[in-house]
């Protein structure tokens, strides 16, 4: 493997790949590739939150989130999954009304998915509430 399933020029041949697909009239094909894309755009975006690249996570983690909602809806665990680490990226580059809006998206999908209690609900809940008493 030369680039990894991560590596930026990776990600844009399999957007391109999940576009020719759809072009040909297999969708159903496009949309399993669109999804490991932004499967791979999250991961990179948490590996380069996690190593301080906060800046280059932004662009990636926010095309992982528009993916997951465009392919899969408001209401799928994947895109509620998106939203937190949106959210903290953009609270780290002091973008605190996004940063707000993304939360309070997590928190609403995870309580219509999870439930009030779910731990996953309260974590979104606590960084909601970080974000917006700083």
């Given at each position: ?72 809806g ?35 999908t ?25």
């Open positions: 493997m030369l680039l990894g399933p991560e590596h930026p020029l990776t990600l844009q041949s399999g957007h391109l790949l999940a576009l020719s697909l759809y072009r040909l009239g297999r969708h159903k094909d496009a949309r399993t590739v669109i999804r490991g894309v932004a499967s791979s755009q999250y991961s990179l975006a948490c590996a380069r939150q996690g190593t301080g690249q906060t800046r280059k996570a932004q662009p990636v983690i926010e095309a992982a989130a528009n993916t997951r909602t465009a392919e899969l408001t209401d799928h665990p994947d895109t509620a999954d998106a939203q937190p680490l949106l959210a903290q990226v953009l609270w780290s580059l002091g973008k605190q009304g996004r940063a707000a809006e993304a939360a309070l998206l997590a928190v609403q995870r309580e219509a998915l999870l439930g009030p209690d779910a731990a996953e609900t309260q974590e979104a809940n606590e960084l909601l509430t970080s974000i917006l008493n700083k």
